[in-house]
Nanobody, 117 residues
Framework: QVQLVESGGGLVQAGGSLRLSCAAS????????MGWYRQAPGKQRELVAT???????NYADSVKARFTISRDNAKNTVYLQMNSLKPEDTAVYYC???????????WGQGTQVTVSS
């Protein structure tokens, strides 16, 4: 079992920045992917960005060139640097860890990001 603990959410004005962190409770072995997803009120949860244990990244079109995902494998932590924030980025942001052999996934509890106009 792995616990994921997110931090770094909050209230920021449009154009501002926030950095989210997600720490796993133990070392993650094998090939895996860590990512950030978000869910706005009344909407489905959507992918924001992912990063593999090898460092390959993937971003939603809506956040490309504004958000940067990174990870520190020694600290079992993934980060999301969010710049040029927009009101439409307002959502609860969730961290996810997934892997294979055998297949598994875990979610964090979520952290609120609110961007005021």
């Amino acid at each position: 079992q792995v616990q994921l603990v997110e931090s770094g959410g909050g209230l920021v004005q449009a154009g501002g920045s926030l950095r989210l962190s997600c720490a796993a409770s133990r070392v993650i072995f094998g090939i895996n992917t860590m990512g950030w997803y978000r869910q706005a009120p009344g909407k489905q949860r959507e992918l924001v960005a992912t990063i593999t244990s090898g460092g390959s990244t993937n971003y939603a079109d809506s956040v490309k060139a504004r958000f940067t995902i990174s990870r520190d494998n020694a600290k079992n932590t993934v980060y999301l640097q969010m710049n040029s924030l927009k009101p439409e980025d307002t959502a609860v942001y969730y961290c996810r860890l997934s892997g294979t052999s055998p297949s598994y996934y875990y979610w964090g509890q979520g952290t609120q990001v609110t961007v005021s106009s």
